[in-house]
């Protein structure tokens, strides 16, 4: 009995363990989508990620939050449904309309979570817990766009932000759930001065106040996140430039949107990118920044790593990790053959590549070992740091529908690289899935 009892234990542990842990980008688990991620650290210092729970590639949202807490930025754990407009988690009595990006600030006791629905209208719930159950949620009246952020200065005085194009800003009354009217301005940063598309976020380091958005300043794209800065909370801001651009993390990237935190010392941008050929279908991420002398960001690349180590060549790597991908490719759910849930690079053709940064190999490495399903021959060309350099190996592989586990040689990889891998095969024809890879 003890034995048995002892197994279930073991069990439940591991099960525990694989819905709980979730290191490296993507931070959310396999086929969960969660978008416009607002990091916030409470008092007991944990970090709790707010964001909108995406659902079909067919448009933005839904009716639901998820939540992601951790205490180290590598193991996430997932609450799915943490506010919603509709069934047990409603919070919104008001309405059943789509909830597009949220917030959450604390004060006094009680956590309030921002929230902006599909009607473009803003409202508040609350809670005594920063994981919730927020309940008797009403709106703010004179908000009428997306995406609210709320700031409190060092005095103790809240500020709300929110807007699309233009962003406006008031102060917020004491009861943190209305705000005063008469302080409302507008165009506190603009798209024209500095390329400002949507998601407000506002922080204050050494005496300078930040202002993080949606950034649209290249290709034409609300790619990047980018910030201002002002000596004042409510501006005037003067652009500072991009913190972070998710162009080419998928075949259809359209926007971002974000939040920046500081965690046991260090700082944090926390983003999203794009899934399987949608704009609609977003992933959350993250990756550590700093800040000069002069208090601007210098600009950092997404990684696969994240605010973990780099990934290390000898232990499975799981496709979905990759940050670059480049064609058709994209990351999608596997099909349901698999034995265990898993995101891969599907719809791969002759010419794509995907690369992950970074990449541990150590003392070197000998063998480059993948899972794939193929409809085609084809090859994989295995490339450290950049795609037009010599390969340090190439897999063969032919068709075969219910998968393999192939290896080639490989040489000249050791210490840490970006890995890239460029996909060969008949033009014009969707050659393989790939579901993990390692080295050996």
């Given at each position: 009995m003890l034995k048995t009892i002892r197994i279930l234990f073991i069990l439940q542990f591991a099960?525990?363990?694989l819905h709980s842990a979730f290191p490296q980008n993507p931070i959310c688990p396999a086929g969960i989508y969660m978008a416009d991620p607002t990091a916030r650290v409470d008092k007991n210092g944990k970090m709790y990620v707010y964001g909108s729970r995406d659902e079909s590639p067919d448009y933005y949202c839904s009716q639901r939050y998820d939540l992601l807490s951790s205490t180290d930025l590598c193991n996430w754990s997932l609450t799915e449904n943490s506010f919603s407009t509709v069934g047990k988690t409603d919070?919104?009595?008001?309405?059943?309309?789509?909830?597009?990006?949220?917030d959450m600030m604390y004060k006094d006791g009680t956590y309030f979570l921002y929230y902006c629905l599909s009607d473009f209208t803003g409202g508040v719930a609350v809670s005594r817990s920063p994981a919730g159950e927020f309940?008797?949620?009403?709106p703010i009246e004179g908000v009428g766009s997306?995406?609210?952020n709320v700031f409190i200065d060092d005095d103790g005085q809240a500020y709300y932000y929110w807007g699309q194009f233009a962003a406006?800003?008031?102060?917020?009354?004491p009861d943190m759930k209305t705000i005063d009217i008469s302080s409302v301005k507008d165009s506190v940063v603009t798209e024209k001065e500095h390329f400002f598309h949507e998601g407000s976020f506002v922080f204050k380091r050494n005496g300078i106040y930040y202002f993080v958005y949606t950034d649209i300043s290249r290709q034409d794209r609300a790619t990047c996140l980018g910030y201002s800065t002002s000596t004042d909370p409510l501006g005037p801001f003067k652009y500072g430039g991009v913190i972070i651009d998710n162009a080419g993390c998928d075949p259809a990237v359209w926007n971002n949107h974000g939040s920046v935190a500081e965690f046991k010392g260090k700082w944090y941008v926390f983003y999203h990118r794009s899934t399987q050929n949608s704009v609609t279908m977003r992933k959350v991420c993250v990756e550590p920044i700093t800040f000069r002398e002069d208090g601007s960001i210098p600009e950092v690349p997404m990684t696969s790593q994240g605010a973990g180590n780099p990934l290390k060549a000898a232990e499975k790597i799981d496709a979905g990790r990759a940050c670059l991908m480049f064609g058709n490719v994209r990351m999608e759910m596997q099909n349901a053959e698999y034995k265990a849930p898993n995101e891969i690079l599907a719809g791969i053709r002759n010419g794509d590549r995907a690369a992950w940064?970074?990449?541990d190999f150590g003392a070197g490495v000998k063998r480059f070992t993948v899972h794939l399903r193929a409809w085609q021959a084809g090859s994989i060309a295995v490339v450290p740091d950049y795609p037009w350099?010599?390969?340090?190996?190439?897999?063969?592989f032919t068709a075969a529908d219910?998968?393999?586990?192939?290896?080639?040689?490989?040489s000249g990889l050791e210490g840490v690289h970006t890995l890239w891998l460029q996909f060969y095969g008949e033009k014009d024809k969707d050659l393989f899935e790939l579901d993990w890879i390692r080295f050996e």
């Open positions: 099960f525990y363990i919070g919104v009595p008001y309405s059943d309309a789509s909830l597009y990006a949220p309940k008797n949620g009403q997306i995406d609210p406006k800003a008031a102060r917020l009354n940064k970074y990449i350099r010599e390969p340090a190996g190439v897999l063969e219910n998968g393999q586990t192939l290896s080639c040689n490989v």
